[in-house]
Structures are given as structure tokens and as C-alpha cells.
């Protein structure tokens, strides 16, 4: 018998699919970060202006532009708040070195669901004005009520 250990492979492979995934979320996060980052210079130069900024088919109006920096300072006060009540409630240490990431992170999450959670009123309008008018059937031919043969038929029909 060998007294090597090699059932290491799947605890390695685990511990590969699991460095893979945080990789991969560290990297989502890093261009969600920097797109929000721009769209917040974007969001502040609108405001500034008190103009609504349109390119193509889209358009970003004041009010837009404030939900985007409301929500991310609303999600850089809720996600700090978050996780000090998980301390307390857990009793999990923190290390409230990493506020300023804990910030940006709610910050991040705060302008992006923003966006995603509230209903975009000016585009539903504009979607239901833009469907074509639908093709009207004509109304349906109403056969005649069923009657019963009568022995004088012959007759009505000439």
C-alpha cells in the first residue's frame, strides 16, 4: 500500500471553480464600477446643465440623472448600515478599514438598482404609442338558428 495522500484533487478543483468564480466577480464588478463611475460624471454635468442629454434613440433627463446619483448615495448609506447590523445581530467581526470600499460598493449597487428596480414611465408610454394599430376582423357571420325538417320544406325552397 502507498501511504501517499491523493484524494487532494477534488478539494483542489473546488478550490480552483471557487478562485475562478471570485475572479470573475471581482472583474464584473470593476467595469460595473467604472461604467457607473462614468455615467455618474454624465449624471452630474446633466443636473448641472438642468438639460436633457440625448444621443440616438436614447435620451437621459434631469430626473433620471437624479434618481442615478440618489440611488447611489442611498445604497452607500444602506450597505454600511447593512452590514453593521449583520455584526450586531451575528456577532461577525468587521473591519471597518474597508469603509471606503464598503462605500463604493454601495454606491455601485445603489445607482445600478436603482435603474433596475424603478419603472421607466417615459418608455412605456412611448412603447404603447409606438405598437401599429391592430388589423380589425369583421364581425363574425352569425349562421341561422338550427330548425327542424318540416314536411312543407320543398315548397319554401322554390
Known sequence: MSSNNNDDGAAMGFALIFALLAFLGMFIFAV?????CILTMLSLV?????????FGKGCITVKDARNFILGGILGAAILPAFIAFCSAIFGISVNWDYLPQILGAGYVAGSIGVDILLPDDESGNAA???IPPQMQLPPPSRPEPFKFASWDDEEKRR
Open 32 to 36: 460595473l464600477a467604472f461604467v457607473v
Open 128 to 130: 404603447a404609442t409606438n
Open 46 to 54: 446633466i443636473v448641472m446643465l438642468n438639460k436633457p442629454l440625448t
